[in-house]
């Protein structure tokens, strides 16, 4: 994350869905099983809250379609 955001203003972090395993995030079109884990998921979170220069977080590819436990 400090290489990413080295010498610039700000950043957006864009969150793939897809990324999550399957166990926790059905609602994809393309799976990924292995995928991140909770764990890995909120250390994620945790670094980016505490960065000063995240401006936005984007979270994609979530497909409502394909979710069928709401």
């Known amino acids: 994350l400090q290489i990413v955001t080295k ?4 950043f957006a972090f864009s969150f793939d869905v897809d990324s999550i395993d399957p166990m926790i995030a059905p ?3 393309t799976r990924s099983p292995g995928g991140l884990l909770e ?3 909120l250390k994620i979170c ?3 809250a505490n ?3 995240l401006l936005s977080i984007d979270v994609v590819e979530y497909n409502r379609e394909l979710d069928d436990k709401d």
Do not use: T, Y
């Open 7 to 10: 010498n610039v203003p700000g």
């Open 27 to 29: 609602a994809v079109g």
């Open 39 to 41: 764990e890995e998921i």
């Open 46 to 48: 945790r670094a980016l």
């Open 51 to 53: 960065h000063p220069s």
